[in-house]
């Protein structure tokens, strides 16, 4: 939950090295709406972003369970 409940997130750029995002890293951050991903990140929990009402992602995690929608 290292961001848990971080109401004023609007968009974060995951640095380039993370390997996993996990369960509740942008719990309840209802403001995020845009997430860069970087090619190392392999593995995205698929809560990771739980109440999290509409985030856009570009990056490499296709396919990912965690209900964001592709941006590339």
Known sequence: GM??????????????????IYSYAFNE???LEEVTI???VTRIDGRAFTNVP???YS???YGSPWGALAIN
């Open 3 to 20: 961001f848990s409940c971080c109401y004023s997130l609007k968009n974060i750029t995951i640095p380039d090295g993370i390997k996993t």
């Open 29 to 31: 951050c209802t403001s």
């Open 38 to 40: 970087p090619n190392s």
């Open 54 to 56: 509409h985030v856009f």
């Open 59 to 61: 990056g490499s995690a």
